[in-house]
């Protein structure tokens, strides 16, 4: 069964670095996602992303981030200056249709010390 | 009110029990609806999608109620591998429909 994979699964970072978390969503789907759980918390979205651009981002979804599609297959997620608070689990997720169900990927790990 | 509203729990019932969860959301223009399950420290997966005729897939059956703004689900037969954290999950919408937005979820445990 095709599912969405991510990498890394753990990043650990220094306050003020940049991260980007690297994520292949299922190969024929068009519409991919950026979610993040922070410990304990519920999931939030953060960003979709269909057709080569941007189609909806949530207020977390400020400056700092940044989504790009480089090739045929990977999508990722950039966070420019971390900060303590963008410790998290990131989540990637891709569906074939906007209202059709997401898929998830086993999500990256992201600690800023 | 919160967009997607659930029952925190935790909910603790034996093995073999029927459990309940319920979940109301505000967006009455949402179209799509779902139930995921999440393990600890592991990615939402679907449980199964929300239809208004109602649906079941084994053990498990969802109801939608859209006048009510109320979504159901039911575990029959409860066994120890269900128990995780149960997410509704609404859709934004038409002016928002990729964007979905996660309950907080529903703990459930199941006890030998």
């Known amino acids: 069964e095709p599912e969405v994979t991510q990498t890394p699964s753990h990043q650990v970072t220094q306050m003020g670095q940049e991260v980007i978390l690297r994520c292949v969503p299922i190969s024929n789907h068009l519409y991919f996602y950026w979610y993040r759980q922070i410990l304990g918390q519920k999931v939030e979205f953060l960003v979709s992303f269909y057709n080569n651009e941007i189609s909806e981002k949530s207020e977390i979804f400020d400056d700092q981030f940044s989504v790009e599609r480089p090739d045929g297959s990977n999508f990722t997620l950039k966070i420019r200056s971390t900060k303590l608070e963008d410790s998290a689990m990131y989540f990637c997720?891709?569906?074939?249709?906007?209202?059709?169900?997401?898929?998830f990927g086993p999500g990256t790990r992201l600690t800023v010390l | 009110r919160k967009e997607v509203e659930q029952d925190p729990g935790p909910f603790n019932v034996p093995e073999g029990a029927t459990v309940a969860f319920n979940c109301t959301y505000s967006n009455s223009a949402s179209q799509s609806f779902f139930w995921y399950r999440q393990d600890c420290r592991k990615e939402p997966k679907l449980l199964m999608s929300?239809?208004?005729s109602g649906n079941e897939d084994g053990r498990f059956t969802a109801q939608l109620n859209r006048a009510s703004q109320y979504i159901s689900l039911l575990i029959r037969d409860s066994k120890l591998s269900d128990s995780a954290t149960y997410l509704c999950v609404v859709n934004g919408g038409d002016s928002s429909a990729s964007k979905i937005i996660f309950g907080s979820g529903t703990r459930l445990s199941i006890r030998p």
């Open positions: 929300v239809y208004s």
């Open positions: 997720a891709s569906s074939l249709e906007h209202t059709d169900t997401q898929y």
